[in-house]
């Protein structure tokens, strides 16, 4: 790890903090031109064996573009190996095959592979399918340790985890076993999505009165609002949820608050505004660490 070099795009310096002891630091500048063209100039010289980008690609769509332009610029002058840590993989939802709508998915992969990325790291990808689509390897560091450690501090082990919908299951078992419980079943939700939004349908299995509900991502909700409604209609008297991503795009997903939720957890993998980090209700859990396991 010593040779490699070390790229902290703005709002991922307390992510690269655990990075700092293995890897040089490598200051860098995003800039624009009058006309509006984004400028990469990178502090020289350094060494070009093995460069890390710690950034993210979520819109707005200069995330994208600056990340892609600062490899292609690595690559430009020698760089012999480039590691893009990308701990929220945006466009990672946007995985289907459909007829007439993009697939951004395998899109954003081709873009940071013809920039010179050789290699992907994030936590916890959306689906396997993602990994399908990249045309580079794509490498998911499971969060399940963290949230089993916040589980315990918090007192949670009398809690179900739960699964709210039939592709959180794996997730939910990765919990389950780091807490102990391998073998346990996870209950889960059915669910339907049509152009009105999400509509969960059918509870199947069992839980106690406390439930944690485990996924991937909070954006604006929809999906854990339902969960929670439908959670609340089988018995539950309180529940917990567990994202890796906490978007908390717009306002509709506080409506958790008023359906039994007591507490979010989520994980640092993207900025978060000073409303959501100083809400006594969140706890966000550090995963930095985890980055270092695919280097």
């Avoid at 307390?14 to 063209?37: K, M, V």
């Avoid at 399918?129 to 998911?140: E, I, T």
Wanted: glycine fraction near 8%; charged fraction near 20%.
């Amino acid at each position: 790890m010593a040779t490699m070099t070390l790229f902290t795009f703005p709002g991922f310096e307390t992510l690269a903090e655990p990075l700092h002891p293995y890897l040089q630091q490598r200051e860098f500048q995003i800039r624009r031109f009058a006309n509006g063209e984004i400028f990469v100039t990178i502090a020289t010289p350094f060494d070009l064996s093995h460069c890390i980008l710690l950034g993210s690609i979520t819109p707005p769509d200069e995330n994208l573009l600056s990340l892609a332009l600062l490899a292609h610029t690595l690559k430009k002058d020698g760089c012999k190996r480039i590691t893009a840590l990308i701990p929220y993989l945006a466009y990672s939802r946007q995985d289907k095959q459909k007829a007439g709508e993009s697939l951004a998915t395998a899109w954003t992969g081709s873009i940071l592979h013809a920039s010179g990325v050789d290699t992907v790291i994030t936590i916890d990808v959306h689906s396997e399918h993602d990994q399908a689509l990249y045309p580079m390897p794509l490498m998911s560091v499971s969060p399940a340790g963290v949230f089993a450690e916040a589980a315990r501090k918090f007192g949670l082990a009398d809690a179900t985890v739960v699964a709210p919908d039939h592709g959180a299951l794996q997730r939910c078992r990765a919990l389950n076993n780091a807490l102990g419980r391998a073998g346990v079943e996870v209950p889960y939700l059915s669910k339907r999505r049509d152009p009105s939004g999400v509509k969960h349908l059918e509870f199947c299995g069992q839980a106690a009165p406390r439930v944690l509900i485990l996924d991937d991502i909070l954006d604006t909700g929809a999906t854990l609002t339902s969960a929670c409604e439908m959670i609340l209609r089988n018995g539950a008297k309180e529940i917990v949820v567990m994202v890796t991503h906490g978007l908390f795009t717009g306002s509709d997903w506080a409506r958790l608050w008023s359906l039994g939720v007591s507490r979010i957890f989520c994980a640092d993998t993207v900025p978060l505004p000073g409303s959501i980090l100083e809400d006594p209700r969140i706890t966000v859990l550090p995963v930095g660490s985890l980055l270092r396991e695919g280097l």
